[in-house]
C-alpha cells in the first residue's frame, strides 16, 4: 500500500490503528497535540471487553502483553443505595470477560508497540481542509502536512469531523466531578470497604458516584450530577474546598462512607461534562478521509468508549491492509460496520444514563442487573 496515511491523535483508538497497520507492513504517523505521552495523567481504570476492545488487542498483536497489565480481582460490582445499603454484589469469580487495566499503561503498552518516531509530539492540529488529492493539516506552530489518507481519532471535539459531517456533540445534562482517595484502607477503611475489590455504583435520582479501586489503595471516584452547565458555571474549580464543599452539599443526607469520596479528595476536584453526537450519527463518504472512536460517535460513559475506540482502529487497519489498492473500498467497507455499532452503544449509553440518573433510580438498574444474572 504506497498510500501515505495520518491519524491525528494519539489516544487509544489511534494508536490501535497505527499499530494493526504497523503489523501489516504499512507505515503511519500519529500526530498528538499532548507534549509528551507522560504530559498528563491518562485516567484510571478501562474495563476491556472479550467482544470488542480484547478483539482489538487480538489484532494488534499484542495479547499477552495486555495479560500483564490485567489487575486481578477487579471485575467486581457492586450497586448500593444511598444510605449505604448494598442492593446487588456481582463476585468476581474469574469468568468475567472485562478485565480491568489502567488507561495509562495500556497506551503506553501500545506506543511503546510502535516504531520509533511514529508518533508526533506537541503536534496540535488548528485546522485542516481537502485537497484535489488528500488532504492538508495545519498545526498551530504554522507547520502542515499533507496526506492522502486522514484519520480523525481526536476525540470529542475533533478537528477533522468537518471534512465530514456538520454534527457537534451536545451536552447529555449530566456532568461528573472526578475525585481521588489514596491510602484508603488505612486512612478510610468505611469507604474501602464499600467500594470493594472493584467497581461500585451509588445511584439516586440526579444523583450518582461511580467509584473503582485501583493500584496501592487508591479510589478513583466520578462524583455525578444531573444539572445544567449553567450550575455547574457557578461553582470556582479554581478553588478546591469551596467547590468540594459545594458538589458535597447536593449529597446531604448520604453515608459518610460514600461521602467521603468527594469531601476526602487528595487531588482538587475536576469536572467532567459528558457530551455525545447523535445516536444515528453518520456521513456520506468522502475520499481519502474517515473518523474513528469518539470523533465518530461520542456517547455518554457507557464503559464503551475505549472499546470501541480501538475496535474502530483495528477494524480500519484491517480492512486498509485486506485492501492494498483500494483505500475507498476499505472505508465504505469500515463505515459500513461502525456505524450501526457506534449507534447501537450510543443509544445504549443514553439508555444507561437514564436508568442512573432518572427518578426510577436504582431500582431500573437493579432490575436489569437482577435480570442478567
Known amino acids: 500500500m504506497n498510500t501515505s496515511v495520518t491519524i491525528v491523535g494519539a489516544g487509544l483508538g489511534g ?4 499499530r494493526v497497520l504497523h503489523v501489516h507492513g504499512i507505515p503511519a504517523a500519529v500526530y498528538e497535540a499532548e507534549p509528551s505521552p507522560a504530559s498528563r495523567a491518562q485516567g484510571g481504570l478501562l474495563d476491556i471487553h472479550d467482544y470488542n476492545g480484547q478483539l482489538a488487542v487480538e489484532a494488534a498483536g499484542l495479547t499477552a502483553e495486555f495479560r500483564s497489565l490485567i489487575l486481578e480481582g477487579r471485575q467486581e460490582l457492586r450497586l448500593v443505595s444511598h444510605d449505604g445499603t448494598v442492593l446487588f454484589k456481582q ?20 506506543i511503546d508497540s510502535l516504531p520509533e518516531g511514529t508518533v508526533h509530539w506537541g503536534h496540535k492540529v488548528s485546522g485542516v481542509r481537502a485537497l484535489a488529492q488528500g488532504c492538508e493539516v ?23 469531523r468537518p ?29 474501602a470497604e464499600a467500594v470493594g475489590g472493584g467497581m461500585l455504583l451509588v445511584l439516586a435520582p440526579g444523583h450518582g458516584i461511580t467509584a473503582h479501586r485501583e493500584r496501592d489503595g487508591i479510589l478513583h471516584a466520578y462524583i455525578g450530577l444531573q444539572r445544567p452547565l449553567e450550575w455547574f458555571d457557578g461553582i470556582d474549580f479554581t478553588a478546591p474546598a469551596a467547590a468540594t464543599a459545594r458538589i458535597a452539599a447536593e449529597y446531604e443526607g448520604w453515608s459518610t462512607a460514600l461521602t467521603t469520596l468527594i469531601t476526602e479528595s487528595a487531588t482538587a476536584p475536576v469536572l467532567r461534562p459528558h457530551y455525545g453526537l447523535p445516536i444515528e450519527h453518520r456521513w456520506e463518504r468522502v475520499p481519502g478521509v474517515t473518523l474513528i472512536g469518539d470523533a465518530a460517535h461520542l456517547a455518554p460513559p457507557n464503559g464503551e468508549g475505549a ?8 477494524e480500519l487497519g484491517l480492512a486498509l491492509a485486506a485492501h492494498p489498492g483500494d483505500v ?24 444507561l444514563q437514564r436508568q442512573m ?16 444474572t
Open 15 to 18: 494508536l490501535t490503528l497505527a
Open 91 to 110: 463476585p468476581d469469580d474469574g469468568t468475567g470477560g472485562r478485565p480491568e487495566v489502567h488507561r495509562g499503561e495500556l497506551r503506553q503498552l501500545l
Open 138 to 160: 495545519a498545526f498551530a506552530d504554522g507547520g502542515t502536512v499533507t496526506t492522502d489518507l486522514l484519520v480523525g481519532a481526536d476525540g470529542a471535539w475533533s478537528k477533522v
Open 163 to 191: 471534512l465530514l459531517s456538520s454534527a457537534k456533540p451536545e451536552y447529555s445534562g449530566v456532568s461528573s466531578v472526578e475525585t481521588f482517595l489514596h491510602d484508603s484502607d488505612r486512612l478510610f477503611p468505611a469507604t
Open 307 to 314: 472499546n470501541l475506540a480501538m475496535l474502530d482502529g483495528a
Open 328 to 351: 475507498e473500498g476499505a472505508l465504505a467497507e469500515y463505515e459500513q460496520a461502525m456505524f450501526p455499532r457506534g449507534a447501537e452503544t450510543a443509544a445504549e449509553g443514553a439508555h
Open 357 to 372: 440518573f432518572g427518578p426510577d433510580a436504582p431500582h431500573g438498574l437493579l432490575a436489569e442487573f437482577v435480570a442478567g
